[in-house]
């Protein structure tokens, strides 16, 4: 098989980046733009020593999951990868991928993966309460908003995103409109000029409260008092500002943030605890899922009142202030500090005085609070980056004998891999559990109960 060939296969599967996966002369072969059960013709652009990358030329014989997507730009847009594949479909290929992982990965046998069903979304679009829209100009100089193309930045036209709230749109026309009126300049990455670079919007779900901030490559914005006052016209409007960003980078945000108008931050709740969210903030995008996800680690985390909890990658303190409601302590740790002054915050306005927040790398803070002060725990939960966790952290809590681990997983290849280093240390896999944080796109979470053998 080689450059150009015209090839035609199955599809079997799908890749880490949404991509399907079939064989041809024993090649696998990658196809984007293809969902489990179509039979097509593709073209081979490149060939590497046991694989390949393929273009879909034409759909032979469609998947029978196959659907017409909601959205007129999902196939040039990098946000969605499977929106033309049936959800239950979706759901059924993501229990799927973590079960496999943890058997391919983990080297568990099918007896040993207490598998729960995965936990979908009723209405599996208009979830995400944050959009970033990169702004910039098209071919005839138009001022366009939108999303990145799949691996580009190249910008694909559109202020309506069927995973985003209404009202994005809205807040988008107001913002080009004035751009327009008063001879704005998008930003242009290529040459580092042009002003607008970003627009950041954020909603409250529960409190229905908005938050508008422009992302510049400068200190001030032209006739800011009249974008502040068209914006304020929008009901719920709470917090309007500047975040100004001069570095030729790809980071989206600076660290400087300018106040317009309101306040400088939104609120917004996870179950019964509230949480105020800025610019700067991690909070979960999905507000649904989010209260199921931390439903489900305080259910595997069997509290009872007398436990001490150590919550580990903790962020602005969402699964701390969750856990603290049923624990006797909570002690969470995280890198980045001003997520820790969230967390902090967040305590305090909901009058949560059990947990107490570490800066610093889970890694080193662990290891040392344990060797100085012997702190034990009952229960620890982690919730790491998609590498998972690291090996000292491992080891750590492998010698601190926690009665239960809870592991919040956004990659299930990493989890497998430390799910089974705690197994082969005395802990059992008892309870596992998919939930669909990111419908439309292949990727996944997971909640895994370890319980300490006796």
Known sequence: MKKDDLVQIK??????????????????LFVKDTIIGDTVEAKVMKMKKTYGYARLMNILEPSPYRVKALCPVAKQCGGCQIQEMDYTEQLRFKENKVRSNLMRIGGFAPSEIPMEPIVGMETPFYYRNKAQFPIGTDKNGKIIAGFYAGRTHSIISNRKCCLGVDVNEEILNIIIDHMEQNHITAYDEETGKGLVRHVLIRYGFRTKEIMVCLIINGNDFPASDILTERLRELPGMTSISLNINRQRTNVILGKEVKLLWGKPYIEDYIGNVKYQISPLSFFQVNPVQTEKLYGLALEYAGLTGDEIVWDLYCGIGTISLFLAQKAKKVYGVEIVPQAIDDACRNAKINDIRNAQFYVGKAEEILPEVYKKHRIRANVIVVDPPRKGCDEVLLNTIIE??????????????????????LCNNGYELTRCRAVDQFPMSVHVETVALLVKKR
């Open 400 to 421: 601190m004998k926690p009665d239960r681990v809870v592991y919040v997983s956004c990659d299930s290849a990493t989890l497998a891999r430390d799910l089974r280093i």
């Open 11 to 28: 599809i079997e599967d799908i890749g880490t980046d949404g991509a399907g996966i079939g064989r041809a002369d024993g090649i696998t």
